[in-house]
């Protein structure tokens, strides 16, 4: 690659990092200037590439996540350069690139797109596994056989999904709020998903009734509730009362759930001798917790006062943009959450540098619809968009901003259950100006809509329901639907045939 003599190569684009926003932009600029040769480097051997991409609806995408040898890559695009070797430092003022094999690299226009790292609750322990995707929650599962009890702590997507994928081993999950899959989720929906971790048998689906709630604490609006109606009021503090999670035959799962607590400190087997600590076995019913006589490699000690002996811990508490070695030397403006900042058409506070995905923070003023989440689905169309707006610097064009950042739109799958969630699903920022409206039938469908003065802003659907593309109009229109009240949610009511 480098001439004699150690010559820098030179480059219009050069991209950093082999994730899905790196390789999505890399993708688009060698398209976008097939003459040019554009420079990927990549600390690793694989990269992950978007396949069988699907557009759902105007805002909703699916696809899945590959690792490839970045041979693919170059054969697909003969030119993209994938230059292996991690970043040593970034001279930005001289446009210049180091990396680790010591060569260097001269660029024009670069983007940063190199992540970010597992968040870990205690750095250097041998006991404690950090994971940051789905892809590692299923390696991870190999790391399994043998363990015949661990730890998880976190309460995003990932511990959700590993807690359910977790077979023959019981888990001790340690969660800091009081209802499971907070990130994506509120209590109602946690408590809709968490009979699959207990299941005994396939339950019948009952019909939840429809209500509106206020803020958690307020009453619910003038309801009358017949006795057999109670099924879907049950979100007061205490909701989760009554779940007490046992081990099933159906996913042998054995789940214990500790909320509002964090884990205070992290033994080894010699400490906890030393201390003569007492831990507790695993929960069978919450009365009778004993004492503990086998002896773990490790012990949790949580916030509650609780601990627990187990194989090892699981630390699924997030991630930390990976910006370390663009920092030194370079004037970056960073983020609250440590991610550099950038601007609506991707730019760092640095010339000539722009980021995309995990690694930066989107610091233009959002869409009320809008919010930036380290997931896949951003960092792809980050990376898309970065792509177009060096593309449009480079040749003086001016460009809109990407129609993707118009409304929060994400499709996954929890507990074998498709999930969508758009729009401010979960009232982000809405403070108590807001209610919400519920449908549900256990074990089939959980609707929520969040209403802000008779408008939709945002929606979780979970199950089958068919309505992601009316509710995604619904909250891009902001049509006014207080007219239709209650009816709005009604199963017997064809709600698209209102809105089309």
């Given at each position: ?6 010559a ?8 950093v990092g ?5 390789v999505?932009?890399a993708e688009?600029?060698a ?10 480097m990549?600390?690793?051997?694989v990269i992950k590439?978007v396949?069988?991409?699907k557009?759902?609806s105007?805002?909703?995408e699916?696809f899945?996540v590959e690792e490839q040898p ?5 054969k697909k695009h ?10 040593k430092?970034l001279k ?5 690139i180091f990396?680790e094999d010591?060569?260097e690299?001269?660029y024009e ?10 968040k870990?609750?205690?750095?250097g322990?041998?006991y404690v ?5 789905t ?6 599962q ?6 015949e009890?661990?730890v998880?702590v976190?309460?995003?997507?990932i511990?959700?999904?590993?807690v ?7 888990v001790?999950w340690?969660i ?18 968490i ?6 048998k396939?339950?019948?689906?009952i019909?939840c009734k429809?209500?509106?709630?206020t803020v958690?604490g307020?009453q619910e609006?003038?309801?009358p509730?017949?006795a057999?109606d109670k099924?879907?009021s049950?979100?007061?503090p ?10 099933t ?5 054995k789940?214990h759930i500790?909320i509002l607590?964090?884990?205070k ?5 010699q400490?906890?001798i030393?201390?003569q600590?007492t ?6 019913e919450?009365k ?24 090892f ?7 930390v943009?990976?910006?370390?070695p ?6 970056f403006?960073?983020?609250e959450d ?5 601007d609506?058409?991707m730019?760092?506070?640095?010339p000539?540098?722009?980021?995309a995905?995990?690694i930066?923070?989107?610091a233009?003023?959002?869409s009320?619809?809008w919010?930036?989440m380290?997931l896949w689905t951003?960092?792809?169309q980050?990376g898309w ?10 040749l ?17 799958k ?6 969508v969630?758009?729009g ?6 809405l403070g108590s100006?807001?209610?919400l409206?519920?449908?549900c039938?256990?074990?089939q469908?959980?609707v929520?809509a969040v209403m802000?003065n ?7 659907l979970?199950?089958?329901t068919?309505l992601e593309?009316?509710?995604e109009?619904?909250?891009l229109n ?6 239709y ?6 199963p017997?009511?064809?709600?698209e045939?209102y809105?089309?």
């Amino acid at each position: 690659m480098a001439g004699a003599g150690g010559a820098a190569a030179r480059s219009r684009f050069a991209v950093v990092g082999g994730g899905i926003a790196g390789v999505t932009c890399a993708e688009k600029l060698a398209t976008e200037f097939p003459s040019e040769d554009i420079f990927l480097m990549t600390a690793s051997p694989v990269i992950k590439a978007v396949t069988n991409f699907k557009q759902v609806s105007k805002t909703l995408e699916e696809f899945d996540v590959e690792e490839q040898p970045s041979s693919m890559l170059e054969k697909k695009h003969p030119n993209i350069k994938v230059i292996q070797s991690g970043v040593k430092q970034l001279k930005s003022g001289e446009h210049k690139i180091f990396t680790e094999d010591g060569k260097e690299y001269v660029y024009e226009k670069l983007c940063l797109c190199a992540g970010a790292k597992p968040k870990l609750i205690f750095e250097g322990n041998p006991y404690v596994l950090g994971i940051r995707d789905t892809d590692s929650a299923q390696a991870f599962q190999k790391n399994l056989a043998q363990a015949e009890r661990i730890v998880v702590v976190g309460n995003g997507g990932i511990a959700l999904e590993l807690v359910y994928e977790i077979q023959g081993c019981e888990v001790i999950w340690a969660i800091k709020d009081k209802a499971i899959g907070n990130t994506f989720f509120d209590a109602g929906a946690a408590e809709f998903l968490i009979p699959k971790l207990t299941a005994e048998k396939q339950e019948t689906p009952i019909e939840c009734k429809r209500t509106k709630y206020t803020v958690e604490g307020s009453q619910e609006k003038e309801r009358p509730t017949a006795a057999s109606d109670k099924l879907g009021s049950a979100l007061g503090p205490d909701w989760h009362e009554g779940l007490h999670l046992k081990g099933t035959k159906e996913f042998s799962h054995k789940v214990h759930i500790e909320i509002l607590c964090e884990v205070k400190n992290i033994l080894l087997q010699q400490e906890f001798i030393q201390l003569q600590r007492t831990s507790l076995t695993f929960p069978k019913e919450e009365k009778n917790v004993e004492p503990d006589q086998v002896l773990w490699p490790v012990y949790v000690e949580l916030t509650n006062g609780k601990i627990y002996g187990c194989d090892f811990i699981v630390s699924a508490t997030g991630v930390v943009p990976n910006v370390k070695p663009f920092l030194d030397g370079n004037n970056f403006a960073v983020g609250e959450d440590g991610g550099l900042k950038v601007d609506e058409h991707m730019h760092t506070s640095v010339p000539d540098v722009y980021a995309a995905g995990d690694i930066c923070t989107a610091a233009w003023e959002p869409s009320p619809v809008w919010h930036q989440m380290r997931l896949w689905t951003q960092a792809r169309q980050m990376g898309w968009y970065a792509a177009k707006c060096m593309a449009a610097d480079t040749l003086g064009e001016s460009i809109d901003m990407d129609f993707s950042f118009e409304l929060f739109a994400h499709v996954t799958k929890f507990f074998n259950y498709k999930v969508v969630v758009l729009g401010k699903y979960n009232a982000q920022g809405l403070g108590s100006d807001h209610e919400l409206m519920l449908r549900c039938t256990r074990g089939q469908e959980y609707v929520k809509a969040v209403m802000q003065n008779g408008r939709m802003v945002g929606a979780v659907l979970i199950g089958e329901t068919d309505l992601e593309e009316t509710f995604e109009n619904l909250i891009l229109n902001q049509m006014d639907l207080s007219a239709y009240g209650e009816d709005l949610l009604n199963p017997d009511i064809d709600i698209e045939d209102y809105f089309d």
